[in-house]
């Protein structure tokens, strides 16, 4: 197996892993600690229900409804925005090391042609 081979593969190791660490913390951010209630009323005892009873209900309902949703979208959210800029830094830096790259192949085989010509001169 080849160098490039095995690195590529490590590579897609890393990828994986660090993929799979993404995914779990946001399914550990979206993790509910209480869901919601459900109820249900028959048609006789929404009478018998009084304002303040239905109020107190409401505002549990809300709480609990932000808290284990509202909130924790929120925070997948700059969790995907930060993982978002994290991807196009690392694109851009990718880019700049390959523009790199690039230049030192273009050096290397100028030096590799004029190295052969003075071959054959020699020659």
Known sequence: MSNKSRLS????KIDLSYSSEFVNRIRRILHRDQSLPHLTLSSSS????????????????I???????????????IELE?????????????????????QKFQQ????????????QKVN
Request: glycine letters at 0%; proline letters at 0%; charged letters at 30%.
């Open 9 to 12: 593969i490590e590579l897609n």
């Open 46 to 61: 929404t009478t018998n229900i009084s304002n303040s009873d239905f109020e107190k209900n409401l505002i549990k309902f």
């Open 63 to 77: 709480k609990i409804f932000s808290k284990e949703y509202f909130e924790k979208q929120e925070k997948v959210r």
């Open 82 to 102: 930060n993982k978002q800029r994290y991807l196009q830094d690392f694109q851009q830096t990718q880019l700049i090391a390959n523009q790199e790259l690039d």
């Open 108 to 119: 290397i085989t100028e030096t590799l042609q004029t190295l052969n010509q003075q071959y």
